[in-house]
């Protein structure tokens, strides 16, 4: 069996005196991972509508054994050191990819 496609959560808390560092410090990391880590995907920062400290990374690889290896990585650790050390809490979740709808064709926009 071929390994499942994986999706990684970090839900984390950063005190609002903290947000800009932590985005810049999440910049750096995302460019620098979707230029060249393997196996990774896609990944999106999201912040709460109801509480401004509160965080969600999630990224998508085509195995949790690709993520797996850069977590472990040296350069992993240099690399996101910036932006953990804006957390005050942070956990970490991981899922094999079970089931997913057909990405949607969008219409064209119209002319005009």
């Known amino acids: 069996m071929s390994e499942q496609r994986a ?3 970090f839900l984390v808390r950063v005190p609002q005196a903290r947000t800009e ?3 810049a410090a999440y910049e750096a990391v995302r460019h620098l991972v979707a230029g060249g880590v393997p ?4 990944d999106q920062v999201c ?3 109801t509480d401004p400290e509160q ?3 999630t ?3 085509a195995s949790l054994a690709d993520f797996e290896s850069w977590e472990r990585s040296p350069e992993h650790r240099d690399l996101v050191r910036p932006m953990r050390e804006c957390f005050t809490d942070a956990r970490s979740l991981r899922f ?4 997913q709808t057909p990405t949607p064709v969008l219409a ?5």
């Open 108 to 112: 064209p926009a119209p002319p005009g």
């Open 7 to 9: 999706r990684v959560v």
């Open 96 to 99: 094999h990819i079970h089931a």
């Open 21 to 23: 560092r932590f985005l």
């Open 47 to 49: 912040r709460s509508s």
């Open 55 to 57: 965080w969600l990374i």
């Open 39 to 42: 196996g990774h995907l896609v």
């Open 59 to 61: 990224s998508e690889w």
